[in-house]
Each structure stands twice: as structure tokens, then as C-alpha cells.
């Protein structure tokens, strides 16, 4: 693709109302929103383990870039939210393990919250071929 706006969605439970795609295609980018581990009612699948929500992030994270033609190999940027200072260790382990040997750009933040409460871990990630 050399131009146009491809739209990828996910179903997550806030794409429609909230008027977002979980990941936008323009060229040879792509940009993928920040995701969580929520599940269809909003609240994390994993409550309480940062790292296993970290790491379901990244399972939707990856599904929407190979939707989108793209691979966790072309990720160059990644933002990862944690709600909490101790969420840092189990989520850079779970980020290690998928970018290791990819080593993109990444920024991680420790925020007062997430859109709900159970959700302790947000990560963002963009793309280019």
C-alpha cells in the first residue's frame, strides 16, 4: 500500500463509542492505539497480574499488525502504561520477551490510571516496513 487510510479494529469495547481504530495503516506505517487486556465488558481478563495483562496486550497488539500487514518484527515505538511503580519489572519482562532482539524505541510511564479501574497496564506500538 503507498497511500490511503486503512482502518484495522479489534472489537475491543471501546473502538465504537469511544470513535477509535486499534490500528490505522497510512503508506508503509502503521500505528496501533493503546491496548489493554480488556475484555468485552471493559475489565482486564487478568485482574491483578500486570504481567500476564501486559503480555495479552501484545497478543492483540500483534494480531492487529498482522491484520494491519505488518509484523511484531517492523515495531519501532512502543509506549507502555503502568498504574502502578511495582508493574514495572513483570511488564518490561513480558515486553522483553516479544522485542528482545527487535529493541524498538520505548517509553515507559507510570500513570495515576487506566479507563477502568482493573486495568493495569496500557501499551501503544508503531510500525513501519
Known sequence: MTGGRRLVSSGGPWEG???YS??????DACW??????????????HPGDPGAQARAALDVIEAAL?????????????????TDVAAVTPVLAAHGERFGSIRP????VVVAGLIE??????????AHH
Open 17 to 19: 463509542t469511544g470513535g
Open 22 to 27: 486499534r490500528a490505522v495503516v497510512v503508506g
Open 32 to 45: 496501533v492505539a493503546g491496548t489493554t487486556d480488556a475484555g468485552p465488558d471493559g475489565r482486564s481478563l
Open 66 to 82: 498482522r491484520d494491519a500487514g505488518f509484523s511484531l518484527a517492523e515495531v519501532v515505538r512502543t509506549r507502555v502504561f503502568v
Open 105 to 108: 524505541a520505548a517509553t515507559l
Open 117 to 126: 479501574r482493573s486495568l493495569l497496564v496500557e501499551i501503544e506500538a508503531d
